[in-house]
């Protein structure tokens, strides 16, 4: 993720964060990933309203930028959504919880994206049981534009420090029906201290980190062969490559220079929120976690038309041995008895954010 606001490279989950100051001109151009990048300019240059509509669904939000979507086109107007276990994240995400949200993101972009050309999707969950695909989609005529559809291309998470001004009501009375919002100051205190505290646990534990690391793509060469993930680029970071000071190796110890200078500029980046929303469910089922994610995405085209950022903080609701109390004090904090936190978000005034990797559509086809 090469960032051109301030000085600062920040790695969601990776636990590094270098403060540069990056070259430009030529060299800055030449680093761009740019076959990594191509699905955003294809997106809606299919004629077929499925594909259309897909090659804007695949541009959704989801955990680690894994992309775990599958789809099998079927008859002239449908297709079945299938979940590539391959892409799962048993350290960080051992239930597959936030999988299925990613994966209602991507169904609910894929609906607002099938307005666009006059379709209503018609999703039904699981048709063949939980063990099964996740969808089966039918395409069918009617539809209105959905008045979200314009924000698609915008639409970012914000891993930026954001503004301090506060977010004023009249903005935050538009996003109640998404999720729980939290603009107090004693409330935003105490949820900064939880999603500090909790992104530190994640990067403390070596498995969970290690995790991270793993899906790290260091500069263009390997974005380009690998758009998912967590991608690591521009020019100045690739000259740290080539001089090998920034690599995997030196991401996995939290004693080196670079991962305790992270520490810092991450720390200023989660207490840079004047608000989070927090969007949960009765319980915590499989359909619940795929509604969640369409409520979520939802939530993120609605900000960006709001002139708002979104950036999803979610360490505290993993569910790994050693984030227990963490999730559980979130729980008490976000949630009423029973339900389920299934996102938390930083929410606020943030500047624009570069487009993300992504894998073709084609490559995300088991047929057709």
């Known amino acids: 993720m090469t960032l051109t606001r301030r000085r600062t490279l920040a790695l969601l989950g990776g636990g590094l964060i270098v403060a540069a ?22 997106a809606g240059g299919y004629e077929d309203p499925r594909l259309h509509a897909l090659s ?11 992309q775990p979507w599958l789809i099998e086109l079927t008859g002239t107007s449908g297709f079945v959504l299938h979940r590539d276990t391959s892409r799962d994240l048993p350290y960080t995400d051992p239930f597959n919880r936030q999988i299925f949200v990613g994966l209602g993101c991507f169904l609910e972009l894929m609906a607002v994206a099938a307005t666009m050309r006059g379709k209503t999707a018609d999703i039904r969950l699981f048709p ?15 539809a209105q534009p959905d008045r979200l ?10 891993k930026e420090p954001f503004e301090e001004r506060p977010v004023p009501s009249e903005l935050t ?3 109640k029906q998404y999720g729980e919002i939290f603009t107090d100051t004693d409330a935003v205190a105490r949820i900064k201290d939880l999603t500090w505290e909790a992104w530190l646990t994640e990067m403390h534990t070596h498995r969970t980190l290690k995790e991270s690391v793993d899906l790290m793509r260091f500069g263009k060469a390997e974005i380009d062969a690998n758009p998912d993930g967590i991608d690591l680029g521009g020019p100045f970071l690739e000259s740290l490559m080539v001089l090998g000071v920034l690599n995997k190796e030196g991401q996995l110890d939290p004693e080196s220079t670079g991962f305790q200078e992270g520490v810092k500029m991450y720390r200023e980046m989660l207490m840079a929120t004047p608000a989070y929303i927090a ?9 619940e976690q795929i509604e969640s994610g369409r409520r979520w995405l939802r939530l993120n085209l609605e900000t960006t038309r709001l002139g708002l950022a979104l950036h999803p903080v979610s360490q505290a609701l993993q569910e790994f041995e050693e984030m227990k109390p963490h999730y559980e004090a979130a729980h008490e904090m976000l949630a009423k008895p029973g339900e389920t936190v299934q996102m938390l978000g930083r929410l606020g005034f943030g500047p624009q954010i570069a487009r993300t990797p992504r894998w073709p559509l084609e490559t995300r086809m088991m047929n057709g």
């Open 21 to 42: 100051t990056a070259a430009g001109g030529t060299f800055l151009a030449t680093r761009t990933p740019s076959r990594a990048l191509e699905p955003w300019d294809r």
């Open 149 to 158: 559809a314009a924000q698609i291309m915008d639409r970012r998470s914000c």
């Open 173 to 175: 009375a538009q996003l």
């Open 279 to 287: 969007v949960t469910s009765n319980g915590n089922s499989r359909v």
């Open 128 to 142: 063949e049981g939980f063990d099964g695909p996740v969808a089966a989609v039918e395409l069918t005529d009617g």
């Open 56 to 66: 804007y669904a695949l541009l959704a939000p989801n955990p680690h930028n894994r």
